[in-house]
């Protein structure tokens, strides 16, 4: 049995894949809750919508900082920079920032508009 060696750009990869999924996720449940007027998991998706706001933004603001040249690049580096990345975001996730409150509030309107033009139009 051969085991061939990781390369970062596999990570990389799988990375993206996961994002692109949880994004893809993310999208039908937020479709889910609106077109169903859950008002509930529309909060929850807002939530989430704002974790995934930082951590594009935290990611992007990164990319800015000059990398050291104290420790080398590795691979396990990498991964150990990837998690603990997603452990920062979660906690400010969790504090929150205020934008998931108002996309909460301005999507919760269009609903509400949404279902009361439907329910006159049913009658």
């Not at 085991?3 to 750009?9: C, P």
């Not at 104290?70 to 150990?80: H, N, V």
């Not at 990837?82 to 996730?93: C, F, G, P, Q, V």
């Given at each position: 049995?051969?085991?061939?060696?990781?390369?970062?750009?596999?990570i990389s990869n799988s990375i993206s894949k996961k994002q692109i999924n949880e994004e893809k996720a993310f999208e039908d449940i937020l479709r889910k809750a609106y077109s169903s007027g859950d008002k509930e998991k529309l909060k929850e998706v807002c939530n989430?919508?704002?974790g995934?706001?930082?951590q594009m933004m935290y990611k992007q603001m990164k990319r800015t900082v000059p990398e050291s040249e104290?420790?080398?690049?590795?691979?396990?580096?990498?991964?150990?920079q990837?998690?603990?990345?997603?452990?920062?975001?979660?906690?400010?996730?969790k504090r929150g920032t205020?934008?998931?409150?108002?996309?909460?509030?301005?999507?919760?309107?269009?609903?509400?508009k949404t279902f009361l033009v439907n329910?006159?139009?049913a009658k």
């Open positions: 049995m051969k085991i061939d060696r990781i390369y970062s750009s596999d989430e919508f704002e995934i706001f930082l104290l420790l080398p690049d590795s691979t396990g580096r990498e991964i150990f990837d998690m603990l990345d997603d452990e920062l975001i979660k906690n400010a996730a205020g934008l998931s409150e108002v996309l909460y509030r301005q999507l919760s309107m269009n609903m509400d329910d006159e139009k």
